[in-house]
């Protein structure tokens, strides 16, 4: 069975700081898709970053980062240069190559300190 | 281009009245999911569909119907509403074709009371 564990319920980060966010994960299928979401306050559901299983190099899209360690399974999102605008809920989530089903994690809340 | 609509927006229930969610996308996805959020558990799958005529469940089906009779919309039914399925529902559609990362968009969310 697959299972995405994120086990900081909130996480505070200074204006201008780098945040890490933890994410591992369990899975036995070979060929698998690891996401990022953003959710804000205003509750809307925000595409983030993604890292394929294969894929050599870790992601990044601007601020961010996807620390992907295969033999640990984890897949860190790591934002650099906090932004106050960066304060919201985040969620890893995972989905097997070809596979219909993503699941979440339970979220990580960001607060971002001015 | 709207992306992935959801109306209404907020619903109140009493326990035992059924309705259903509406849900529509306009990008030509095939796969259309949707899931509930609950404090502290994140998102939670409860049906997809990867086509028209094709659904499945998926985590916590009970208690929800779907169908897809058209690529574009994918309703889900409540049957006879429960104080559990208070909730926020998301609905969300994503493309099965290349190019990766095959990113879900999803609706705005839909916040449902049961009383």
Redesign the interface.
Known sequence: AQK?T?TQ?GMFVQEKEAVTLDCTYDTSDPSY?L?WYKQPSS???I?LI?Q?SYDQQNATEGRYSLNFQKARKSANLVISASQLGDSAMY?C?M?ASGG????????TRLFVKA | NAGVTQTPKFQVLKTGQSMTLQCAQDMNHEYMSWYRQDPGMGLRLIHYSVGAGITDQGEVPNGYNVSRSTTEDFPLRLLSAAPSQTSVYFCASRSEGPPAPYEQYFGPGTRLTVT
């Open positions: 995405i994120q319920p898709g996401f509750g809307e559901m595409f993604y394929g969620f989530a989905r219909f089903k993503t699941i979440f994690g339970a979220g």
